[in-house]
C-alpha cells in the first residue's frame, strides 16, 4: 500500500461525510462538519482536517458529541447572541450565528456571540474569514481541555486557547491570523502521534516538567508550553475568561478531552465579537489604511503578510487535488463502512 492516497477536493469531503453519518451524525451536520474538515486539510492545517475524523465519529457514536443536535438561540438582545450548541459539533452553531450576527454588527456597529455546552472548534481562521467576507471585523477564541500551565506553574491549568482575528482588505482576501496560544496545537501533535514520527523540542513537557519529543506523552500526561513565554500564558488566562465564565461553559480544568469517547461532553466555550468599520472610521477610511499598514509589510524583504500562502494552496488543491496518510484513509474508510 502506498504511503499516501490522492483524491479530489469532492472525494475526500464525500467520503468524511459518509464516515460521520455511519456515526450518529444527521446528514446535514455531517456535510458541515466535513466541509469544514476539507477547509482545514487544504489550507495545510492537517492537525484539523481528516485527520480529525476518528475522533468525531468515535464521539458521536458514544454520545460524547451529539451529531444530531441542533444548536439554538437561547438568548438575544440587539448586540448579543448566546447560543447552545447543545454538546453537538460547533460547526452548525457557528453556521446559525453567521445567519443573524452580520446584520446585528451592521445595526449597532459592534455584536457579539457567546457559544455554550459547545465542542472543538477547528480552524478558528475559516470562521472568521466568512464574516470579513462580509466586510467586517471578527476576533473569535475558545477554551480548550487542559493542556497548559500558567506561567510559572507545571499543572495543565488552560487549554491551547485559540485565537483568532480577520479584516476586511481592499479588493484582495481578507487577512486573517489564527493561533493557539500554546507553542502548538494539539491537534499537531496528535497528527504527529498517528504519524508515528516524534514532535519538535521545546512542544512539550512530560509530567516531571522534562522536555519530550514523544507525542503520546505530550497528550497522555504533558503539559504544552505557551508561546511567548509569560506574555502568551497571561493571554491564554484572557481566553479563558472570556470563553467560559462569559459562555457560561466548562473551565479548561472541567472539560473532557476531545480525542477520547469516554466521559461526559467537553462543555467548553467559544466567544465571537464582531465589528463594522462603518461605524467607527468609516469603511473606504479604513480599508485604505490597512492597506497602508499592508504595503509596509511587504515593502520588506523577507517579511510575509499572515495567511498569505492560503490562496496558493487553495488554488493547488483545486488543480491537484489532496493526499491523505493511507494508514487514515484506511481508519475513515472502516468508520465509513467502506473497508477492503
Not at 483568532?164 to 496528535?190: E, H, Y
Amino acid at each position: 500500500m502506498s504511503d499516501m492516497v490522492s483524491f479530489t477536493c469532492d472525494e475526500l469531503e464525500a467520503l468524511m461525510i459518509a464516515a460521520l453519518a455511519n456515526a450518529k451524525t444527521s446528514g446535514k451536520n455531517a456535510r458541515c462538519v466535513a466541509r469544514a474538515l476539507l477547509a482545514a486539510e487544504i489550507d495545510g492545517r492537517k492537525g484539523h482536517g481528516v485527520s480529525r475524523v476518528p475522533s468525531y465519529a468515535g464521539q458521536a457514536r458514544s454520545g460524547k458529541c451529539d451529531g444530531l443536535a441542533e444548536p439554538e438561540i437561547m438568548k438575544e438582545l440587539p448586540g448579543a447572541l448566546t447560543i447552545d450548541v447543545k454538546h453537538g459539533f460547533f460547526y452548525p452553531a457557528i453556521d446559525l450565528a453567521l445567519e443573524h450576527i452580520p446584520a446585528r454588527a451592521r445595526a449597532s456597529g459592534i455584536a457579539a456571540v457567546a457559544f455554550h455546552n459547545s465542542h472543538h472548534c477547528g480552524v478558528l481562521g475559516h470562521h472568521v474569514e466568512r464574516i470579513a467576507d462580509q466586510g467586517l471585523i471578527a476576533l473569535v477564541m475558545g477554551n480548550t481541555p487542559q493542556a497548559m500551565a500558567p506561567w510559572g506553574g507545571n499543572k495543565p491549568t488552560y487549554g491551547t486557547q485559540p485565537l483568532a482575528f480577520a479584516s476586511p482588505r481592499k479588493d484582495t482576501l481578507p487577512l486573517v491570523m489564527d493561533m493557539a496560544l500554546s507553542q502548538v496545537a494539539r491537534g499537531n501533535i496528535m497528527t504527529a502521534k498517528q504519524a508515528g514520527k516524534p514532535i519538535p523540542e521545546g512542544w512539550a513537557t512530560d509530567a516531571k516538567g522534562n522536555p519530550t519529543t514523544d507525542p503520546e506523552v505530550a497528550l497522555s500526561e504533558g503539559v504544552l508550553l505557551p508561546m511567548g513565554g509569560a506574555k502568551g500564558a497571561a493571554l491564554g488566562l484572557m481566553v479563558e475568561i472570556l470563553s467560559a465564565p462569559l459562555t457560561a461553559s466548562a473551565l479548561s480544568t472541567e472539560a473532557s478531552s476531545f480525542f477520547t469517547t469516554d466521559g461526559d461532553p467537553p462543555s467548553v466555550g467559544q466567544f465571537l465579537i464582531v465589528i463594522d468599520p462603518e461605524a467607527f472610521a468609516g469603511r473606504d477610511h479604513f480599508l485604505a489604511r490597512v492597506e497602508t499598514i499592508m504595503d509596509a509589510i511587504t515593502a520588506q524583504e523577507g517579511a510575509r503578510i499572515p495567511g498569505a500562502r492560503r490562496e496558493a494552496l487553495r488554488k493547488q488543491a483545486a488543480e491537484k487535488g489532496l493526499s491523505v496518510p493511507a494508514n487514515l484513509v484506511a481508519e475513515v474508510k472502516e468508520i465509513a463502512g467502506q473497508a477492503g
